[in-house]
């Protein structure tokens, strides 16, 4: 034990002899892996932020649908009667913190001349508080949404930036909605501008917000019926646990889509939305999807980020591992005599291997802190700027401002992996070094 | 006035009148609406077309789009293959059944859609190119006499008996010499003017009269409007294999 903290000593006394070289060395380790740390943390709160921004948008974290088919083959989505699906939701305890009842359609919006494709989402501003907080607008405001015209009907629409410059529509103009109802017959909306939305590019392709009557209306629905049911729960890490246990209640009760019957690398929502189209039934039939559901292809994005993150540290860590490999074999040479005194002196092989690899760990190490200090510190400056709401990559943030969450397993990997190759690069040298025969050493 | 004469009195008022009751009496809308559909139905043959699509959108170039159109009404079968622009070439809709399928050559997908979709960007839906079924998919509201142009017409205001057709309400000017439509009107559901379609040229095709030449007017939006031109037209029996999937896809490679 005594032996092996002289061994530690001395391989530390060493690393301090050449500092520019240890600092040089440890620097393009800390290097690496503060790289590897920022996109690691990157991606860990990237699922968790898409979704948390995803749900605001979608109103919700499980969603549940009502279905109806007609011996014609017609489906019309609607849920009539939601008191099986709301007494669920209480009987179960569900941790839910607000229910949004939403209906929607995609049609052509016009207005003098111009016509674009749109999907125009019917809220209950009275109720939604989520999305005044969510959506940014550039002109108008949300008390517009509430205004009636002289039909008695809440005909406000709020579209985003880029939908709006198409149109060359401006605040207070009428706009022609041209629509199908949940039949699918044709019909006509006529919608006032109360606000612009911020369009965020890259995400964009938001839908317009409505007033859900006016939309039901339209829709041909009945004032209380609508079309989504979304049920937000305290916490996203719920979602498929609480979906589970809704989803064996429910199916109890009333007739659903089977929700396990994706092939691979096919979207659930989408599986879902197929059966529909394949199967026949009678009567309403509900499908439940959860935003997880939805946001399947994100988990593959972070796959894809980790994934790039390892090649990355990798290919960083073979560059540097080269580096190494030369370094210590310089300095075995520079030590030539040093080790053949302390060889003479009595000094084992295995301790002389020992002692060249300890170096290196140590260098290892000092640089894998060194590395996760200045990406804390990187992560801690990034996450202090406000990108604001109306930021490009606000799907990115976490109400505007960037996140990164560090996991203890993917840092440990990290480090394990850093210390693996160095003490890898330092072995040959650490050998030769340990195998020189002391005479031959002190003569050199 | 003796009873005798008092009878024939009645009698002779009654034969005085008849004609003036005749005269009066509603027009058979039912039997008009069956003769419009049996006039452009193909119960007894299968019919096909070439129909030249022209759309036209303030602000933008005129699209042309060709299509070939297979019908088998018999068995309430169509067709429609795209055979112009060059990018949209070999993309189909089929309909089966109840089924309307449109055919991507691109991603070798079928879609389901409906019969009351557009033809590609065009106002024309499939259903203005599939059989006719005025009589049975909507019920007489209202009529009256008028004219247009030189034509003297019936103004019949038609409602949907379901809510399986497009348009919810329809006008339909009808010549009163000959039973065909010269111009409709579509309204949404809730009652708004979405199109006019007009029906200058009719042609003959076997024993059946259908509409040659067809201009459909774009009412919400200024200005755009659609031109459906037949040509090619045939009552030639057509393969069973036609209406069918492999066919599309046979063909749009």
Known sequence: ?444 | MNRITYTSILIAVFVALTPVWVAAEDPDFDTILSEIDDLANFADSDFSAVYTIISERPGEEREVTQARLFRRDLNDQFLILILQPEVQRGQGYLQVDENVWFYDPESRKFERTTIRENIQNSDAQNADLDRSSFSTDYTVQSWQEGTLGNFEVYVVDLEATSSDVAYDQVRLWIRRDQTIVLKEEDFSVNGRLMRTVFYPRYERVGNKIIPKQVLIVDELNDGERTQLTMTDATTQTIPDSVFSKAYLERVSN
């Open chain 1, 1 to 444: 034990m005594k032996t092996l903290l002289k061994t530690v000593l001395i391989a530390l006394r060493n690393l301090n002899r050449q500092k520019r070289r240890t600092f040089l060395l440890g620097g393009a380790i800390a290097f690496g892996i503060a790289i590897v740390t920022l996109i690691n943390g990157f991606a860990g709160s990237f699922v968790e932020n898409v979704s948390e921004n995803f749900s605001n948008l979608l109103a919700g974290h499980i969603f549940v649908q009502g279905v109806e088919k007609t011996a014609a083959g017609k489906e019309y989505r609607t849920i009539a009667d939601d008191g099986i699906l709301l007494d669920i939701m209480t009987e179960q305890e569900m941790p839910v913190t607000f229910v949004s009842k939403r209906s929607e359609f995609t049609g052509s919006l016009i207005f003098q001349g111009e016509s674009i494709r749109q999907t125009v989402v019917g809220v209950d501003w009275d109720e939604e508080q989520y999305l005044r907080e969510r959506l940014v607008l550039l002109e108008g405001d949300f008390e517009n949404m509430l205004v009636m015209n002289d039909r008695g009907e809440r005909n406000g629409i709020i579209l985003t930036e880029a939908i709006a410059e198409a149109l060359n529509v401006e605040l207070g103009e009428r706009i022609i909605a041209r629509m199908r109802t949940v039949a699918g017959q044709q019909n006509v909306g006529e919608f006032v501008l109360a606000g612009v939305s911020y369009d965020p590019g890259l995400f964009g392709q938001l839908a317009a917000y409505a007033d859900l009557s006016y939309v039901n209306e339209l829709l041909t629905l009945q004032p209380k019926q609508y079309q989504t049911l979304g049920i937000f729960l305290t916490d996203l890490g719920l979602i498929d646990q609480e979906a589970e246990r809704y989803y064996e209640v429910l199916s109890q009760r009333v007739n659903v889509f089977d929700r396990a019957v994706e092939e691979d690398g096919q979207n659930p929502v989408e599986a879902l939305f197929e059966q529909a189209d394949e199967q026949t039934w009678t009567g309403v039939r509900y499908r439940l999807f959860t935003l997880n559901d939805v946001l399947s292809e994100v988990d593959e994005i972070v796959r894809l980020l980790n994934g790039a993150a390892l090649v990355i540290l990798l290919v960083l860590f073979v560059i540097i591992m080269v580096g190494i490999t030369n370094t210590f074999r310089m300095i075995m040479y520079e030590r030539v005599k040093e080790i053949g005194t302390m060889r003479a002196l009595g000094m084992q092989r295995p301790r002389v291997q020992v002692l060249f690899l300890l170096e290196a760990f140590f260098l290892a190490m000092g640089g894998v802190a060194f590395g996760l200090v200045v990406a804390g510190i990187i992560m801690l400056i990034l996450s202090r700027i406000y990108l604001g709401l109306d930021s490009a990559i606000f799907i990115l943030l976490k109400n505007g401002y960037f996140t990164f969450t560090v996991r203890p397993l993917q840092v440990a990997m990290n480090t394990g992996i850093v210390a693996a190759l160095t003490l890898l690069a330092a072995f040959l040298p650490s050998r030769k070094a340990a195998l020189m025969p002391p005479v031959d050493a002190l003569r050199a």
